[in-house]
């Protein structure tokens, strides 16, 4: 027998992806997936592909469907992780997907989302420094942001390091329609995304308080684009070099903070990221090189925004948090094509 856990959010795209790796996770036993609207009705009415689970059922969400399970996954949306986490057992573990506990920052989090500030948790990105130990210690851990975690996964390590100023960064990050979630809207119909690339949030992406937070980062533009997929990101960050900076010298850098790391992985030189390269993993694929004319370090970024983004990060928190291999049923490699 695995360890018990739920999945509250079930039938939306995050939370699907969640019960996809859950169901076919060596260590996890399903006890509970709850939704919204689709309560009541078999997961494989919904969600098609889950053959596996096909015939359980969607629950409603209450604090009640949930109390049963040692791991919860929140996959809900803005505001209402809070107010169910409130309704549950201090000691019950939880792992949020939203965004209602990411910031440690009252004014950010009135900024970029507004409502109700709550208790921040242990950010949920192993690989930065010492978080790994944090999160292993923790109870309620707050999943990273998609865009978030492409951005700070390249930007982090140079800053750090002292190669990158904090307060001069640039990030255009390209996003497939499933970021927006599964919520029927004009402008993700399938006439409307196709053959289209659209900016949105222009100004005032709230992802860019998360990599402010997380990566050191004083001042940065964050413009997020949307592609016509359905799944991935991938992230140009630019960064102002201190002093002369190689490629080599970047290279090196990122090589260093992601060693070992088994989801972090580091192009030759001359690869360039992809997204389908990444489609249905939990890996992050990078490259830095050094702009020629302005000197600019470009660090590019592509991961899975379902996977590395969202639900893959979060089976990687679950699994430190209960003492199981980090890895254990994630994938490095992508699907393809």
Same mark, same amino acid.
């Given at each position: 027998?695995?360890?018990?856990? %739920? ?107 507004? =409502? ?17 130990? !944090? ?9 990273? =942001? ?18 990158? %100023? ?6 255009? !990050?390209?996003?497939?329609? !499933? ?11 399938? !006439? ?23 990566? =050191? ?37 990122? %090589? ?77 490699? =992508?699907?393809?094509?």
């Amino acid at each position: 027998m695995g360890y018990r856990v %739920a999945i509250a959010g079930a039938s939306g795209y995050a939370g699907g992806e969640v019960l996809r790796l859950v169901a076919g996770h060596p260590d996890l036993d399903l006890v509970a997936a709850t939704a919204h609207g689709n309560a009541g009705q078999c997961i494989g009415d919904v969600l098609p592909h889950l053959r596996s689970v096909a015939g359980l059922r969607f629950v409603d969400t209450t604090a009640e469907a949930l109390r049963d399970a040692e791991l919860v996954f929140l996959a809900l949306p803005h505001g209402a992780s809070a107010a169910l986490a409130a309704q549950l057992p201090p000691e019950q573990k939880l792992v949020d997907l939203g965004s209602d506990h990411r910031l440690t920052d009252r004014a950010a989090h009135e900024r970029y989302y507004g =409502g109700d500030f709550a208790e921040p948790w242990t950010y949920g990105l192993p690989e930065l420094p010492g978080q790994r130990d !944090s999160i292993a210690a923790s109870a309620r851990v707050a999943n990273t =942001g998609c865009h978030a975690v492409a951005a700070i996964l390249g930007a982090a390590p140079l800053i750090a390091a002292g190669l990158a %100023a904090p307060d001069d960064v640039v990030v255009v !990050s390209t996003s497939g329609t !499933s970021g927006a979630g599964r919520a029927a809207a004009v402008h993700l119909l399938a !006439s409307e995304v196709m053959g289209d690339l659209s900016a949105y949030k222009v100004g005032a992406h709230r992802h860019l308080a998360e990599l402010k937070q997380a990566a =050191g980062v004083t001042s940065a533009t964050m413009t997020p684009v949307l592609a016509p997929m359905p799944r991935g990101i991938l992230a140009a960050i630019a960064l102002r070099p201190i002093g002369s900076t190689t490629e080599d010298d970047a290279r090196a850098v990122l %090589a260093g903070a992601y060693d070992g790391e088994p989801f972090v992985h580091l192009l030759a030189p001359g690869q360039q990221p992809h997204t389908a390269a990444t489609a249905g993993s939990n890996s992050a694929h990078l490259q830095a090189t050094v702009d020629l004319d302005s000197g600019r370090i470009i660090v590019t970024s592509a991961i899975d925004n379902l996977g590395k983004g969202a639900a893959g990060q979060a089976v990687q928190n679950a699994n430190l948090m209960l003492g199981l291999a980090e890895t254990a049923g994630l994938s490095i490699d =992508g699907v393809a094509p």
